[in-house]
């Protein structure tokens, strides 16, 4: 297949980047990859969606991932995989001698794996630029489930529709199930029995990463997870503190003692994020050197200095996710061209193990199985958004009174950056936005 047929049935089907921000994946396709690479570390703590997906599919998933890899004429490609996932890569090694270059590297149980700069310097050994690409390194990344939704739109020529989606935490059966887009978080939350707390908080996303949602969110191409937990939950309520707090905080009993930094993911790869620095000077008032607000554009907002490095229980990334937004609400974009200093060896005796993450976050108790279930819950109505994707939002082409069957394309791609979105159920359009689409079922 040619790059640009493929990249055209992925525009067309609506994939995008399944486990992160929903990157559309055909603008990754380029003859300039030497490498690409398949992303099954489960960033986050209690998250099982992939591991599972690639355990159940994982002809489909490594027949696909070699078709992309011959596609771009990459040399070799690579499962990303921690190896306590025991049974995923027992099936992963029962096809692999299929596909000439497929290789499967081993990686260690720590956080936050799964960023893609990170996981490329573990598999590869190269080193991303700071706010570069992984093309420049020669390597594209794909999520599990991406490249399984690649397949079914190849294969089958099926548009993307539903989402898996993990339900864990304080519930009575955590499962992780196969939901139309556009349900809400009630619905799928619903699916994993009896809510096990009093005043129940829906965190939407891993521990680390995620964000506070609503029962009536609608369900997007990006939602792996829904974790139930108690509102006065640790992580929740740090979730729920203000900036301006924070920061007197940080002036009051920041302690100096720089662990923020030394545990930092991007600063131990040689990038110029100094999280100990921004907040010596942010709670300071200190502009002297604006370098230290400059260089949070470099801040992934994994989580490591607030959640679990800082003995002070310091805020260093909401507050540097804060200098982030505001620098480019004022255009002022990042540093072009800045290089990583050298990777120090005393980045591997500064990995966060995952496990005594989950303990330090009042999580181990639920680290439980979370069994996937294929069959599709049916739902009487979805509000599917335009928007589910970094670019321009699709362009609604049906009308409300549109009566539309599943997979049907409801919204085309725009110009630029953008994918199509089709519907998650058969029935007819009760409404047309130009953020969202309803559909009730027939």
């Given at each position: 297949?040619?790059?640009?047929?493929?990249q055209?049935?992925m525009?067309?089907?609506?994939?995008?980047?399944?486990?992160?921000?929903?990157?559309?994946s055909?603008?990754?396709?380029t003859d300039k990859?030497?490498?690409?690479?398949?992303?099954?570390?489960?960033c986050?703590?209690?998250?099982?969606?992939?591991?599972?997906?690639?355990?159940?599919?994982?002809?489909?998933?490594?027949?696909?991932?070699h078709?992309?890899?011959?596609?771009?004429?990459?040399?070799?490609?690579?499962?990303?995989?921690?190896?306590?996932?025991?049974?995923?890569?027992?099936?992963?090694?029962?096809?692999?001698?299929e596909?000439?270059?497929?290789?499967i590297?081993?990686?260690?149980?720590?956080?936050?794996?799964?960023d893609?700069?990170?996981?490329?310097?573990?598999a590869?050994?190269?080193?991303?630029?700071?706010g570069?690409?992984?093309?420049e390194?020669?390597?594209?990344?794909?999520n599990?489930?991406?490249i399984?939704?690649?397949?079914?739109?190849?294969?089958?020529?099926?548009?993307?529709?539903?989402?898996?989606?993990?339900?864990?935490a304080?519930?009575?059966?955590?499962?992780?199930?196969?939901?139309?887009?556009?349900?809400?978080?009630?619905?799928?939350?619903?699916?994993?029995?009896?809510?096990?707390?009093?005043?129940?908080?829906?965190?939407v996303?891993?521990p680390?990463?995620?964000?506070?949602?609503?029962?009536?969110?609608?369900?997007?191409?990006?939602?792996?997870?829904?974790?139930?937990?108690?509102?006065?939950?640790q992580?929740?309520?740090?979730?729920?503190r203000?900036?301006?707090?924070?920061?007197?905080?940080?002036?009051?009993?920041?302690?100096?003692?720089?662990?923020c930094?030394?545990l930092?993911?991007?600063?131990?790869?040689?990038?110029?994020?100094?999280?100990?620095?921004?907040?010596?000077?942010?709670?300071?008032?200190?502009?002297?050197?604006?370098?230290p607000?400059?260089?949070?554009?470099?801040?992934s907002?994994?989580?490591?200095?607030?959640?679990?490095?800082?003995?002070?229980?310091?805020?260093?990334?909401?507050?540097?996710?804060?200098?982030?937004?505001?620098?480019?609400?004022?255009?002022?974009?990042p540093?072009?061209?800045?290089q990583?200093?050298?990777?120090?060896p005393?980045?591997e005796?500064?990995?966060?193990?995952?496990?005594?993450?989950?303990?330090?976050?009042?999580?181990?108790?639920?680290?439980?199985?979370?069994?996937?279930?294929e069959?599709i819950?049916?739902?009487?109505?979805?509000?599917?958004?335009l928007?589910?994707?970094?670019?321009?939002?699709?362009?609604?082409?049906?009308?409300?009174?549109?009566?539309?069957?599943?997979?049907?394309?409801?919204?085309?791609h725009?110009?630029?950056?953008?994918?199509?979105?089709?519907?998650?159920i058969?029935?007819?359009?009760?409404?047309?936005t130009?953020r969202h689409?309803?559909?009730a079922?027939k």
């Open positions: 297949m040619e790059i640009k047929d493929l055209k049935i525009q067309d089907n609506g994939v995008v980047g399944a486990g992160g921000a929903g990157f559309p055909y603008a990754k396709l990859a030497d490498t690409i690479l398949l992303n099954c570390a489960e986050e703590p209690l998250l099982k969606l992939h591991r599972q997906l690639l355990e159940k599919h994982a002809y489909e998933i490594m027949k696909t991932f078709m992309v890899m011959e596609t771009v004429g990459a040399s070799q490609a690579i499962i990303g995989i921690k190896k306590s996932y025991v049974q995923t890569i027992k099936a992963l090694q029962q096809n692999i001698e596909f000439p270059g497929l290789k590297h081993l990686l260690d149980e720590v956080y936050p794996m799964g893609e700069v990170v996981l490329i310097y573990e590869t050994g190269r080193v991303c630029r700071p570069g690409l992984p093309i390194q020669g390597v594209i990344v794909f599990v489930e991406t399984y939704n690649v397949y079914q739109a190849v294969e089958a020529q099926k548009p993307v529709t539903e989402k898996y989606v993990s339900v864990v304080e519930v009575g059966n955590p499962v992780t199930v196969k939901v139309p887009l556009g349900c809400t978080l009630d619905e799928v939350v619903a699916q994993a029995g009896d809510i096990t707390t009093k005043d129940p908080v829906y965190f996303g891993g680390m990463m995620g964000r506070i949602g609503n029962g009536s969110d609608p369900v997007t191409k990006t939602t792996n997870a829904v974790l139930v937990l108690p509102r006065d939950h992580i929740v309520m740090k979730k729920q203000t900036s301006a707090i924070d920061l007197k905080r940080a002036a009051s009993i920041c302690c100096q003692c720089n662990t930094t030394d930092c993911p991007r600063h131990n790869l040689g990038h110029p994020i100094d999280p100990a620095r921004f907040m010596r000077a942010a709670s300071a008032g200190d502009f002297r050197d604006v370098n607000y400059i260089d949070s554009a470099f801040c907002s994994c989580g490591v200095c607030e959640m679990y490095a800082c003995p002070q229980s310091l805020a260093p990334r909401t507050l540097l996710a804060d200098m982030k937004g505001g620098l480019r609400k004022a255009g002022i974009r540093p072009q061209g800045v990583p200093v050298p990777v120090q005393s980045r005796y500064r990995k966060v193990p995952e496990e005594r993450l989950m303990a330090r976050l009042g999580l181990t108790k639920y680290d439980k199985d979370a069994p996937m279930d069959n819950v049916p739902v009487s109505k979805v509000k599917i958004l928007s589910q994707h970094i670019g321009a939002p699709a362009q609604a082409i049906v009308k409300t009174g549109d009566m539309v069957t599943k997979g049907q394309m409801i919204a085309q725009a110009d630029g950056l953008s994918v199509s979105i089709h519907a998650s058969s029935g007819k359009v009760t409404e047309v130009d689409i309803i559909i079922a």
